[in-house]
Nanobody, 120 residues
Framework: QVQLVESGGGLVQAGDSLRLSCVASGSTFSLYAVGWFRQAPGQVREFVSSISGNGSNTYYADSVKGRFTISRDNAKNTVYLQMNSLKPEDTAVYYC?????????????WGQGTQVTVSS
């Protein structure tokens, strides 16, 4: 299984931007679909975005569509989540997850999460 480490979270103001990174171990990273999920305090973990192994297919939750962009650099074993126009409701711990199959990403490997806090 692939090991994942997220980074890039922090405390920002509403309207600011952040870029999260998800770095994976292993030499077969391009075979993995990767997704970003988030969990706010007292809430269930929710899907944010996902990207196929070669980057040709991307998906977004309606709540982030038009503001967030997912991308990947397989040469660096890294998936990015560019988050623009951040809102207080984007505050959550953000996790990345990976699996060979896009629709079972949530059943694959998970990182430890990175905190994103957006103040109003």
């Amino acid at each position: 299984q692939v090991q994942l480490v997220e980074s890039g979270g922090g405390l920002v103001q509403a309207g600011d931007s952040l870029r999260l990174s998800c770095v994976a171990s292993g030499s077969t990273f391009s075979l993995y679909a990767v997704g970003w999920f988030r969990q706010a305090p007292g809430q269930v973990r929710e899907f944010v975005s996902s990207i196929s192994g070669n980057g040709s297919n991307t998906y977004y939750a309606d709540s982030v569509k038009g503001r967030f962009t997912i991308s990947r650099d397989n040469a660096k074993n890294t998936v990015y989540l560019q988050m623009n126009s951040l809102k207080p409701e984007d505050t959550a711990v953000y996790y990345c997850a990976a699996d060979f199959i896009m629709r079972t990403i949530h059943l694959g490997s998970w990182g430890q999460g990175t905190q994103v806090t957006v103040s109003s």
